[in-house]
């Protein structure tokens, strides 16, 4: 398996994060890629011999399809040969670019033929006739675009700045502080993150700060794991271990230092 992490063009990348490519030519592997909480909902497009499925919910993916928050671990089950392109959203445009109720697809997928106001279905057939990546990126790309001119003016921008404050603080600043910060309640805050990104800004900021902490863990960048624990703001270690169990159904230990 092959794997890319690319930058948005810069066209995008208010409200695109990053885009990830994962590929295999292999036509004769199962292939597992488990996928945890990282705060951001996407748009993916597969193009797979024998269809992808999401488990535990063993679903059979469309071609293109929206997915929400990862709250609890999922794992895409695919067989053979296949190509994966993935745009992490910014979850401040679930609900105006694509007109869902983001607590309806926590931990869940929303086949896109549903959008009315575009052919998501002749719009998959031209990805799948595209042989390069170049060109796919290119149409999901301008798809997007579509979506932000039509819908922008609906957009919450506030939200969007506690998203880039808990970011940028690697969830471990007081959601009470960024309220102060960008002169809002913080009750007022919490209904319309809760409303525009299907979470409430504590648990997303938990979401920032256990991403931190399995980012040191997957690049081995520590000496002992209670270097992880308090780095990443945690009280304990039996706190942080909780919570990462809680997150990947596993221990750290299932990340060792080599």
């Not at 922008?152 to 969007?160: C, G, R, S, V």
């Not at 209904?191 to 980012?215: D, M, N, V, Y």
Request: glycine share 4%; proline share 5%; aromatic share 12%.
């Amino acid at each position: 398996m092959s794997f890319q992490s690319i930058p948005p063009e810069k066209s995008i990348s208010l409200f695109v994060k990053t885009i990830w490519i994962f590929e295999s030519a292999d036509t004769r592997i199962n292939t597992n890629l488990p996928f945890f909480a990282d705060g951001c909902p996407g748009l993916m497009f597969q193009q797979t011999e024998n269809g992808l499925t999401v488990n535990p919910h063993k679903k059979l993916m469309p071609v293109l399809f929206l997915y929400g928050q990862t709250i609890t671990p999922i794992e895409l089950q695919i067989s053979g040969a296949y190509q994966l392109i993935i745009f992490q959203l910014f979850p401040f445009v679930l609900k105006s670019f694509f007109n869902v109720t983001p607590q309806s697809i926590n931990n869940n997928c929303y086949d896109l033929t549903q959008v009315k106001e575009f052919d998501i279905s002749s719009f998959s057939q031209q990805l799948i006739s595209h042989k390069k990546i170049e060109e796919r990126i290119e149409s999901i790309t301008a798809l997007l675009l579509r979506f932000f001119h039509a819908k922008k003016q609906t957009l919450d921008f506030k939200i969007k700045q506690v998203i880039e404050n808990i970011i940028a603080t690697k969830g471990q600043k007081k959601i009470n502080s960024i309220a102060e910060d960008l002169k809002i309640k913080q009750r007022t805050l919490e209904r319309r993150f809760l409303s525009e990104t299907g979470i409430l800004p504590k648990q997303f900021a938990k979401i920032i700060q256990f991403q931190s902490s399995l980012e040191q863990l997957t690049i081995k960048d520590y000496i002992k794991l209670s270097d992880v624990v308090y780095e990443n703001g945690y009280s304990d270690q039996s706190h942080f271990i909780k919570v990462f169990k809680a997150y990947t159904g596993k221990t750290p230990k299932a990340f060792p230092k080599t």
